[in-house]
């Protein structure tokens, strides 16, 4: 897979991290109706369902695989914290932060056999991801999203990202901008 560039008429450049394997949800405890309002989250599978996020939701330590399933965070009040965490998105997932906030950090060393240290976020689907108002993130760690489209809209607070973001493209709309605080995670071509 190739990526485009942040900056006009650079070429795209090859996935660093395309030969990763994805965590495998064999042996996970299976959720498919997780509480929306204030409430922790353990490991496993979140599988064929959705949930509208409206208060805080704590992530415990460890992988949490996203099969047929959706996350949306409500208009007001919506956050998702975790550390020590890995929030992969299947193909057939999405995820909708809306005017939510996120803060969450990886694990120092690959939740799984075979994966990449550090990685926080891994978003599968190509399907474009849109943060509008005034959206407050904070991830540590890596940033996949391949193939996806980042959308900030309206002025949301400074979306920071503590190491590295790895995705389609970033359109910033508004006051919106992005804090990328580098951290040598993953192996890329640089642009000069």
């Not at 299976?30 to 509480?35: G, K, L, Q, S, W």
């Not at 047929?68 to 299947?90: A, H, K």
């Amino acid at each position: 897979m190739l990526f485009r560039s942040m900056r006009a008429n650079i070429a795209p450049i090859d996935d660093p991290l395309g030969s990763i394997a994805p965590p495998s949800p064999s042996g996970m405890n299976v959720y498919t109706n997780p509480c929306s309002n204030g409430c922790t989250w353990y490991p496993g599978v979140y599988r064929n369902g959705s949930v509208t996020i409206r208060n805080t939701i704590t992530l415990m330590p460890g992988i949490y695989y996203f099969d047929n399933f959706d996350i949306s965070f409500q208009n007001t009040n919506p956050r998702i914290e975790g550390n020590g965490v890995l929030l992969y998105f299947d193909e057939d997932s999405t995820f909708d932060p809306k005017n939510g906030e996120m803060y969450v950090t990886a694990a120092p060393s690959s939740l799984y056999p075979g994966g990449k240290d550090g990685m926080v976020f891994w978003y599968a689907n190509c399907n474009k991801i849109v943060s509008r108002g005034n959206t407050d993130y904070y991830f540590e760690g890596i940033y996949y999203a391949p193939c996806a489209d980042l959308e900030f809209r309206g002025t949301p607070n400074t979306p920071v990202n503590r190491g590295q973001m790895i995705v389609g493209s970033v359109d910033m709309r508004g006051t919106g901008k992005i804090w990328i605080d580098y951290n040598h995670l993953v192996d890329t071509r640089t642009f000069e």
